[in-house]
Structure formats: structure tokens, C-alpha cells
């Protein structure tokens, strides 16, 4: 039993050498190619290149690119900065990814932090300070940076809830107003329909008094005719009466002028004898 814990414990220790041994190969290729880059760049020198492997070879194991890598180094390089505090500026860089920062972010906080450095002529212990100081710029920057964005959060989320409450008034209103104006419809409705009824009961109103009137009118042009029709024969039969009464008068004195004539012939008659 002890023989066999032994050898699983062999067999462990020679696997961890192996994944060791092989991330160790794995590293060294870039680490050799981001080098060769900076040295033939003239962003470094070759002792340069050898104190910063560690940080190079940690900073490809935490999953930053060689692209990445050697930007950020040449964008510190392009300050001035050379001898120990380039190495202390990779190795700052490389602090700052194993904290969890992008590579890229990170660069620009070593490289901003160098040059600030370098203009002021700071050297050795002062010029990691100063980095440091940097560093520590950013992350108290970060942590106002990630306060405002909470308190903007929290301004954005009662915004929203001032919102929200101002839509469903805004949809209670409306839903008001419609209430309202379908009520407002109905008495219109009402008040026209009230109104329709009213104009025909006063053209019926209209038509019955035309229809009397039109009849009195009617019975009034009759009875007229009728009596003018009355007076007309009572004019004829006055008229008649007259001729009559005229006649007779013409008749007796043309019988007077007869009887007048005989007369006047009978004494003319009687005359005529005499002598």
C-alpha cells in the first residue's frame, strides 16, 4: 500500500514537471520574439531584454498578447526611460495585469506615470514611487469613476421609475380623456338626436298649421266663390226682373202709344167728317 502511494506520488511530481517544463517552452518563443523586436527597435537594450524576461514570460502566461506586450513597452520606451526604470516600469506593467488590469489600460497608466517621471527628472527610488503614485492615481480615478457610475445607475434607475410613473399618468390621463370625450360624444349625440326630434316635431308643427291654413284658406276662397256666385244670380235675377218690369213698361206705353195713335186717328177721323 505504501509502495503504491509512492509511486502515484512519483507519477504527480512527474507531471508537474512536464506541465511546468512545457509552459516554460511555451513562453519562450514569444518572450524570445518580443525581445528581438524591442532590441532591433532600439526600444531596449540587450541587458535590457534579459532583466525583463520574468515579466514578459508572466505577462504571456495571464493571456497578453505579443502585440500588446511590446506596444505598452515601446510606448514607455518613447519616453526615455532606460536602465533599471524601464525594468521597473515593465515590472509595474506587469503588476498591474496580474492585478487583473488590461494590458493595454495598463500600459498607458506605466507610460503616462514614466514620462511624467523622466520630465521631472525623477531616477532610481523616485521614479518607482512616482510610478506607484501613478498607479495608485488611476485606481482611486477607477474607484470615483465606478462611484459616479453608481450614483448614475442609481439617478438613471429613479429617472426611469420618474418616467415610468409619468407614462402611466400620462396613459391614465388619456384613458380619462377618452372617457371624457366618449362621454362628451354621447351628450352630443344625445343633444343632436333631442335636437332632430325637436326640428321634425316642428315641421310636422309647420306642415299641419300650412295644411289648416292652406284648407281655412281654402274654405274661405270657396265660400267667397259662393257667395260671389250668390250675388251674381241674385244681380241676374234683379237684372231679369228689371228687363222684365222694363219690358212691360215698353210694352204698355207702346200699347199707350197705340191706343194713343187710334185715338188721335179717330179724331182725325172725326174731324174729316165734320167737314
Known amino acids: 500500500m505504501k509502495n503504491r502511494a509512492m509511486i502515484v ?12 517544463t512545457a509552459k516554460a517552452g511555451d513562453v519562450d518563443a514569444p ?10 527597435y532600439g526600444a531596449v537594450t540587450t541587458e535590457e531584454a534579459i532583466a525583463i524576461k520574468p515579466a514578459l514570460a508572466d505577462m504571456i502566461r495571464r493571456g497578453a498578447s505579443n502585440n500588446e506586450i511590446r506596444g505598452a513597452i515601446m510606448e514607455i520606451s518613447k519616453s526615455g526611460v532606460k536602465g533599471k526604470d524601464l525594468v521597473t516600469s515593465v515590472n509595474a506593467l506587469r503588476n498591474l495585469v496580474k492585478s487583473g488590469e488590461n494590458i493595454s489600460t495598463a500600459g498607458q497608466i506605466v507610460s503616462q506615470g514614466a514620462r511624467e517621471a523622466q520630465e521631472q527628472g525623477l531616477t532610481g527610488g523616485r521614479f518607482a514611487g512616482h510610478i506607484q503614485q501613478s498607479i495608485r492615481e488611476h485606481h482611486t480615478g477607477q474607484i470615483s469613476t465606478e462611484k459616479a457610475d453608481q450614483v448614475s445607475a442609481q439617478n438613471a434607475k429613479a429617472a426611469a421609475r420618474e418616467a415610468k410613473k409619468a407614462e402611466n399618468d400620462r396613459i391614465k390621463a388619456e384613458k380619462a380623456s377618452e372617457k371624457e370625450t366618449k362621454k362628451a360624444e354621447k351628450e352630443k349625440a ?3 338626436k333631442r335636437s332632430a326630434q325637436q ?16 284648407k281655412k284658406a281654402e274654405q274661405e276662397k270657396m265660400k267667397a266663390d259662393k257667395a260671389a256666385q250668390t250675388e251674381a244670380k241674385k244681380a241676374q235675377q234683379e237684372k231679369l226682373k228689371a228687363d222684365k218690369v222694363a219690358e212691360k213698361e215698353a210694352k204698355k ?23
Open 190 to 192: 344625445k343633444a343632436d
Open 199 to 214: 326640428a321634425k316635431k316642428a315641421e310636422q308643427e309647420r306642415l299641419k298649421n300650412e295644411k289648416a291654413s292652406a
Open 9 to 20: 506520488l512519483g507519477c504527480v511530481c512527474f507531471f508537474l514537471l512536464t506541465v511546468s
Open 253 to 275: 206705353a207702346e200699347q199707350e202709344k197705340i191706343k194713343a195713335q187710334k185715338a188721335a186717328e179717330k179724331e182725325a177721323k172725326k174731324a174729316q167728317q165734320k167737314k
Open 31 to 40: 518572450v524570445m520574439q518580443i525581445n528581438n523586436q524591442l532590441v532591433g
